[in-house]
């Protein structure tokens, strides 16, 4: 007799081990169809998988069953497809789909508490109600009496969680996914440039078409979005907006709701389960008009899906750095090609991979040239430094102290924190440097430790040298927390506000900061990379840049990118108001060509020029770069791996060299070496990692040292 084969289904299980894994279908019932949500047994445990494909018919007798299908067909073909693109191209694991496409709360076996209600309503049981004896519950009725509100509005006026949950059960008010439109505020008239931007957009918008809006800083992209995004609601469609940081996402949220009347839903790692959950389910049964989310918020699923929103698309923070190492960005817009959907780039500057492209002809270029409304761009100085000594420079503080007498604030970038950045024998040349990585400790005056920036470990700082036995240690360099001290006593009173990921422990410190410096009194504002970016400081007539020294000299052909990035942004922060502003730059090497062509105050022209340089170098975005990276606690096995590795990818058009130490040779305590893949095709790379990575798997070293491959690396 011949019985016709049992079928098996491909599921995607989160382990990391390369490959899908074939199951039967359960005891009762058929195979699951793709995107169906399973429980699968997988050695002793049990997980959560995601069915990716059908199998062939299977005699395999060893094959278990799927335990349980838990949602039937929960995501679209679409991203299953995007999704299985990713891990070909970026050389992940198939088992990262899980992690990427379901939110935490689906990956757990376990039952999750489902999310409170965000929105209230009256029912018409609950208008009629008598609750005469319930005076609580009579108080929330009449809030509710004028229209639908948040929960957390509710809350706020006073609600108690269990009246709110009693007129729930009792059906005296209901959850409601969405409120209606409510009116939105007219923002300013928008100006030549930012129509002509608008009236692109839009024209795309029955199709794919990938734009990249090169906007000066204060010159409002912001508003472009705004209006094409409430267009495309007029007519029915979503709009996700990706932002490089949870930092950024308040005052974007407010001024979306503000202006389109809707709320915006966001999505990031800063939310609870539940409430990633909650925009998850919106965005897919299509009640989440709006989303504003980070990185992985690409992955989200869409019902009406209608444009895609890219903003500060330069910003490092769109590529993950482990586990699944995709670029939210090029992913982004690989889905919109997908969807069919235009997607909208935006930056004052943007990376030199998307200027590429709209060089390529691959992306249309919008660019919005002056700011938006009086504001005026800052007038750029430099400031050279050589020769003095000493930590403020005399012009830095001359310059500060007019600022200050004339009402303004102050913004000083410095990308380091602590105290200072060498601890120094002055007799014999020790430095205090971290056990585990090649890097010096970080001296933190606030904590009383050691740091190390890199793996973070810390120590006691040691009485005497501990090679020489010499007590004079000698704190060396600058970093923000010896500039608030030497900023505070050179200008007392005046308040100075550090900026830093030790000073700021929430978003909510900063928000308040934010708050107290908008208020507008005269202050001075010193802080990291967390400073640079996005924010709307009307009051701030000065900026400067402290130390663009390092970048200048570094090792990583992206440095100077960077460089003319924080450079750009850092300025832009200064005369965003009524005030002019001023914007200062410091160095001790004026002469440098990279600065000479910076200090114009132009990216666009700073960019090109550096895309030219590339081109001449062979690099990317000239050409397509993937890293294969291994380390371990001995040098030696890392480096033989990748030996081994350059053997088996010989390929024809591709160029492999190494292995070689990463810029950052240790860290961690562990030794790390590189392998540098390169092809002028992108495609050609791609192809030869889907094909061979696989493989790499059965080197015998390969369990013994940690390794992945990095495709368009970030860093070296
Ligand atoms: P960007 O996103 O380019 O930094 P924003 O859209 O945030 O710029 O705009 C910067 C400031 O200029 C905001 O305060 C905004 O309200 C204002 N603004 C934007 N467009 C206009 C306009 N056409 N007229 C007047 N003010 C504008
Ligand atoms: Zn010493
Ligand atoms: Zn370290």
Sequence with gaps: MNRPAPQAVQVAVPVPLPGLFDYLAPESGRLPAPGSRVLVPFGRRRLVGLVMGQGAPTTDGALKRIERVLDDQLVGRDLLELIEWCARYYGFVPGEAVNLLLPGALRRTRPFRVPPPRFLALTAAGSEADLKRAPRQAEIRQWLESGVLSRSDLLARGASTTALTRMLDAGLIESIPTPPPSPARPGPELNEEQRRAVASILRQRHGFSALLLAGVTGSGKTEVYLHVARRLLDRGRQVIILIPEIGLTPQLVRRIEARLGRPAFTYHSGLSEGERLATWQAARQGHADVIVGTRSAVFLPLLRPGLIVVDEEH????????????????????????????????????????????????????????????????????????????????????????????????????????????????????????????????????????????????????????????????????????????????????????????????????????????????????????????????????????????????????????????????????????????????????????????????????????????????????????????????????????????????????EISGPMPAIMSRRGGYWRFQLWLQAERRANLAHLLSASVPALYDLPLARKVRWHVDMDPAEL
Excluded at 377 to 398: C, E, F, K, M, N
Excluded at 439 to 446: E, G, K, V
Excluded at 498 to 524: A, H, Q, Y
Aim: with cysteine.
């Design 315 to 654: 910003d490092g923070s769109f590529k993950q750095q482990d586990g699944a190492r995709y670029h939210g960005r090029d992913v982004a817009v690989l889905r919109a090609r997908r969807l069919g959907i235009p997607i909208v780039l935006g930056s004052a500057t943007p990376s030199l991979e998307s200027l590429n492209n709209t060089e390529a002809g691959r992306y249309r270029l919008l660019e919005l040239t002056r700011r938006a409304g009086q504001a005026r761009q800052p007038h750029w100085r430099v400031i050279d430094q050589r020769g003095q000594s000493g930590y403020l420079a005399p012009q830095l503080q001359t310059t500060i102290a007019r600022h200050l007498d004339s009402g303004g604030q102050v913004l000083l970038y410095r990308n380091r924190r602590g105290y200072a950045p060498v601890l120094m024998c002055n007799a014999c040349g020790w430095q205090a440097d971290c056990q585990r990585c090649s890097a010096h400790m970080t001296w933190h005056r606030q904590d009383e430790r050691l740091q190390c920036h890199h793996c973070g470990s810390s120590a006691r700082r040691p009485l005497r040298c501990p090679e020489c036995g010499d007590p004079q240690l000698a704190e060396l360099g600058v970093g923000t927390e010896r500039l608030e001290e030497l900023l505070s006593e050179r200008f007392a009173p005046v308040p100075v506000h550090r900026v830093d990921r030790d000073s700021m422990s929430g978003k909510e410190d900063f928000e308040k900061l934010l708050e107290t410096v908008r208020g507008g009194k005269p202050c001075i504002l010193v802080g990291t990379q967390m400073l640079a970016k996005g924010h709307h400081l009307p009051g701030v007539t000065l900026a400067a840049v402290l130390d663009v020294d390092q970048a200048l000299f570094s090792a990583d052909f992206r440095a100077p990118e960077r460089l003319g990035q924080a450079v750009c942004q850092v300025a832009g922060r200064a005369g965003r108001g009524q005030q002019a502003g001023e914007f200062l730059l410091l160095t001790r090497h004026p002469e440098h060509p990279l600065l000479a062509e910076l200090v114009k105050g132009r990216y666009l022209p700073y960019a090109r020029t550096l895309l030219e340089e590339r081109r001449a170098a062979a690099l990317p975005p000239a050409t397509s770069l993937a890293l294969l990276c291994a380390q371990a606690h001995q040098p030696e096995p890392a480096r033989r791996f990748l030996a081994e590795c350059a053997r088996k990818l010989t390929t024809p058009g591709i």
